[in-house]
């Protein structure tokens, strides 16, 4: 192999993958899989210590997570950390939970597939806190709204509560998990976290009433004895010192050190109401909490015929748990069976009480656990189904178990262990083979242990380790634990994966004692002691306990207590196999997702910072079975990697592909390989990425590309000035070019939507007579606005204009409309305009011409005259007569001719107007009143003389009757006696002649003709004659 740089030393292992690294991340390798003795346990452990020297606890091997409990706090969690690898790929950056939780988080969301979250690992390994750094970072990073915030927020409150009910101090964990959790988080199509759901696991129930010395019992019992108020303490008639329950003094370890009980107890309170916890449920809950502390103290005393009874008061026992206190008096000492179809009621002894005290307390407390479980996912349900919602799942379950003492509880964890290697080896394989087979490379068979041999031993219907347990819990007559060992040698006795002190070769013997089988598990031989599996199994509570609890007035327990229990003669499944049809869900669900591995390994078993036990790692990395693991990911090639992201890293090690390449990528790739001298049996190129057989051929190419970096960095600067040149050059031209380009585009456009404008004008012209439609719309819209446009430049500016201009037909009606409205605005205008002088000037107007109009002949004369306000001048009115009218004001004056109605002899007066009546005065003398109320009507003839004749009435014998009188202004004075008299609708207009009366009964007549002269004379019969000179002036 040769480079084009030199190369440096080769046997330096190369800590470098990809990205921008610091140094401190490149200790060691980040991927085990870059090993170069990848099947050495040693070099994995090597690995594995150089690194958490350093702090850097996580290392992949492939897409696998293996993650080291550092115990103690590291600054990698911050919300600056998730935001570094939000959206980066794996490998461009320092292994860390966050990349696995971000890399499944974008499978999801692109590939649109279900995912899942393995985390395993021995107690104190760091699973939970895994658990717990994956489910914050998608409640940080994931987008959300007030609905969601909610969502994760009671996610992440669901965590202190269930710890506080299931997990408890163990010697190996402070916090220990004692029951195995798979969580559901929903995201919905945005990738917004939506709903959650939680299964549990074989909660470990011995533990309510026994703990191995230097354990406690879940942490809720410590957690409420020290935060619980006094009050509340006194409601659940309970001590704060837990020294005096039985329950909580077997491990004899009261407090421990690294817990705050009080403080834990405060963030479970907050955290109850926030996951949909009633008051009430939280005091029922606490009722029971408190009730198996009691049911701890409660003990039995024997009598002389050997019947056992309660030797301590249980009343608060029985107000706790809701039900009658005889009743459970009488359960917990007596045993009710059914036999040939009778109900036997015997008595316990002494032992079998206090076993089934126990029951009873394991079975409240595992049942609460249950529905606390299940009140949770109430509270994290989906509340509205999301379309295209996806699911991550995260399994925090108990990894191998190897104790001094295993029981039922370690053979159920290792055989869901096994369940789970199963699994991992088949979906990593798969996956494995279903990258090689799309990238159309042969698959070479991979050599790995499978451990489905040992899952059959275990589960195998009729033949496997739980049907024989089941067996032998169901079978009559005598069975023990020993019988069940027996029949285990008997059945399964050959299998290569087990043995017992009776088959066991001597060597094995001595390390075995008579009551125990071992496994050889796929991770190691583990021993169990088969004391209690029948009792664990048959996990039996007495039918008259199950009557009693059913009846509990505590809401929580008649719901964990079920009647149909009761009634159902069915017997309910041993735990064995609950626990084995559970895993078979539980893998089912897993199958159907995409699986990612976190691996979790403690350094040491004093729980310390900075010790790295490497007896106790060397033998976790075997349970993990990690090496197992590095195997099939090695199977074939230890790198690869997409040809784009190849190319790009190393292409500047090859003159060809440098700076860049512009074929197929596959091409380049092939040409830069070549160039570096890769041996064929070095490679394989598939259809989008390229792999590598030996990390060594890579650190190579790393090397030769660290040793470029000075020259392209050279490069990189020259390039970067005639770049800089060129994108200068570039602009001038770009921006002139596009200038000019611009307008000419504009002119264009606009020659082309004047054409299209003058098409759509003429047929609009050609179709103007047609219906308003596509062939017309323009046409016809332009002639509407031009003629409004052109109405809004033409208005009449006067009342009196009368011009309009000629709408379009189709505006026909809503031109009249708009005339009418101008006029009338402008006469609005007008009105507000006119002074109060002119005003009754106007009025006096309007009134003549109602009465005058088309009537008389010298009307029109007198249009474009105005009324004056009083034809005589003040002086000219008498001082006297203006003081005998006293009050009422001279309104209006003029000169008239007064003719005798007898001799119709002419006398000249003065006619003065007032408010309420007219005087006809002499000079200084009133000749005649004329009450407006007495005046009938005013007469006048059509021709243009000024003659009038007021009408007085007879009935009024104060008034001197009818006055003929002539006036130069008679259509003025006129008009202002019938607007003051209120007579304008009393003025008669006359053709021929007038009527008169002279005197009572007498008759006189005014002649009007038309003459030469105006002289008024006395005619034939007595009659005033008028001629009426029609050339001359009217009167008006
Ligand atoms: N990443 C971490 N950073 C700091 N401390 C950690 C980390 N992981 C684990 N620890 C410490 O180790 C302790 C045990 O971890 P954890 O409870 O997660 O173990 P586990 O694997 O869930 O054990 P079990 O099976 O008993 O439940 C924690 O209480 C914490 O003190
Ligand atoms: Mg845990």
Redesign the pocket.
Known sequence: MSFCAPCLSAGRVRLVMEGALTARDRVGVQDFVLLENYNSEAAFIENLRRRFRENL?YTYIGSVLV?M??????EI?SKQQMDRYRGVSFYEISPH?YALSDNTYRAMRTERKDQCIL?S?????????????ILLYYAVTCPTNDHMAALGDRLLQSNPVLEAFG?AK?L???????FGKYMDVQFDFRGAPVGGHILNYLLEKSRVVHQNHGERNFHIFYQLLDGGEDDQLNTLNLERNPQNYRYLVKGNCPRVS?ISDKNNWKVVMKALPVIGFTEEEVQKLLNIIASVLHLGNTQFGEGEEGETYITTEISNLARLLGVDGSALREALTHKKLTAKGEEMITPLNFEQAEAARDALAKAVYGRTFTWLVEKINQSLALKVHSKGSSVIGLL?I??FEVLQHNSFEQFCINYCNEKLQQLFIELTLRSEQEEYETEGIAWETVQYFDNKIICDLIEEKHKGIISILDEECLRPGETCDVSFLEKLEDTVGGHPHFVTHKLANGKTRRVMSREEFRLLHYAGEVNYNVNGFLDKNNDLLNRNLKEVMCQSDNQILSHCFRREEVIDQKRPEMAATQFKNSLMKLTEILRSKEPSYVR?I?PNDA?QPGRFDEVLVRHQVKYLGLMENLRVRRAGFAYRRRFEAFLQRYKPLCPETWPNWHGRLADGVLTLVKHLGYKDEEYKLGRSKIFIRFPKTLFNTEDALEAKKPEIGKHIRAVLVFIRACVYIYIVIVIQSGWRGMKARRRAKRRRQAADLIRRFIKGFIYRHGEYGPENDYFLDHVRYSFLKNLRKNLPKSVLDKSWPTPPPSLDEASEHLQRLHMRNMVTKYCWRVQPEWKKQMMQKVVASEIFKDQKDSYPQSVGKLFLDSRLEREQISLKVVQTLGNDKVQYGVSVIKYDKRGFKPRPRQLLLTNTFAVLVDKTKIKQRIDYTALRDIALSSLSDGMCVLHITREDNKQKGDLLLHCSHSIELVTKLAMMANKTSNVNINPGSIQFTVARGKEGIIDFVRGAELKVTKGRRGHLLVPVKESLLPAW
């Open positions: 606890i993650s409990n550092p115990y103690k706090e590291l969690y939970i985390i690992g021995e107690s104190g390994a760091g699973k939970t806190e895994a658990s717990k750094k997990n163990t190996r964990n402070d916090n220990s998990s004692r690294s925090d108990y990894g979790c403690k729980k």
